[in-house]
């Protein structure tokens, strides 16, 4: 073996067991953060929120991520900053922001075939959604929620073009998101709504970045293979 091939490989080691404990501790943050939302105790999801998405963006750089990945997942750190706080004008800067991340991962998917029976089903998902939600949300979100539904609805549907991890992350955004809705509409709510709305949150930027991932990285592999 080569002097430059055992560099190679101490790096890539070594770059290997920084990703497993980053990953770690994002996988020990989110439990920290879920069971302070079960147990109804506010200050461990102050402490525990705030650390999700720089600890997975962490995670996704060891493993040489796209920059539109690392965006979209920084956008939606600061969207979880702004919900920490309980007002319109937050709400509104955290959907700005969550809006802008969504935008990343649409760019991000790129122009890949995906199915039209699915579009067709996220169509009829959103049209009825927001038909629905319109008369019980505050005069002033019912514009800002319907646009940001319909941006996070395609890139929900977009995201199935990484492939069925992806598009299952996709598919816990919007269902995550909707359940946010729902609770500003003041409809009849789960026990202990965050913690749904942050569990299917998390598992959603999880796959959606692993999604990402495995496409970048197949598609180096294949382009070292040519």
């Known amino acids: 073996m080569s ?13 290997g ?3 497993r404990t980053l990953l770690g501790a994002f996988a020990a943050a989110s439990a920290v953060d879920l ?15 705030p650390l999700l998405m720089p600890l997975l ?8 991520a796209p920059r539109l990945l690392v965006a979209a997942l920084l956008f939606g750190w600061g969207g979880d900053l702004a919900l920490l706080f309980d007002a319109e004008p937050a709400f509104l800067a955290g959907m700005g922001s969550f809006a802008a991340g969504h935008v ?39 514009i800002p929620v319907a646009g940001y539904s319909l941006l996070l609805a395609s890139m929900a549907y977009r995201s199935s073009a990484l492939g069925r991890v992806a598009g299952a992350g996709g598919a816990l955004f919007l ?5 946010i809705a ?11 709504p965050d913690f749904w709305i942050m569990a299917t949150y998390l598992a959603a930027q999880y796959l959606l970045a692993r999604g990402a991932l495995h496409r970048d ?9 040519d």
Do not use: M, N
């Not at 269902?175 to 359940?179: A, E, K, N, Q």
């Open 3 to 15: 002097a430059v091939q055992a560099r190679t490989r101490s790096v890539a080691a070594g770059t």
């Open 17 to 19: 067991r920084a990703g």
């Open 104 to 142: 990343c991962y649409l760019l991000l998917f790129g122009r890949a075939r995906t199915s039209p029976a699915l579009g067709g089903a996220y169509a009829v998902a959103l049209v009825g959604t927001v038909a629905l939600l319109w008369g019980d949300l505050p005069a002033g979100l019912r």
């Open 182 to 192: 729902t609770g500003v509409a003041q409809w009849p709510q789960l026990p202990r």
């Open 35 to 49: 069971v302070s939302l079960l147990a109804g105790w506010h200050p461990g999801h102050l402490v525990a929120k």
């Open 217 to 225: 990285q197949a598609y180096g592999r294949e382009v070292i293979q």
């Open 57 to 64: 963006v962490a995670y996704v750089l060891t493993r040489r």
């Open 175 to 179: 269902l995550s998101d909707t359940l």
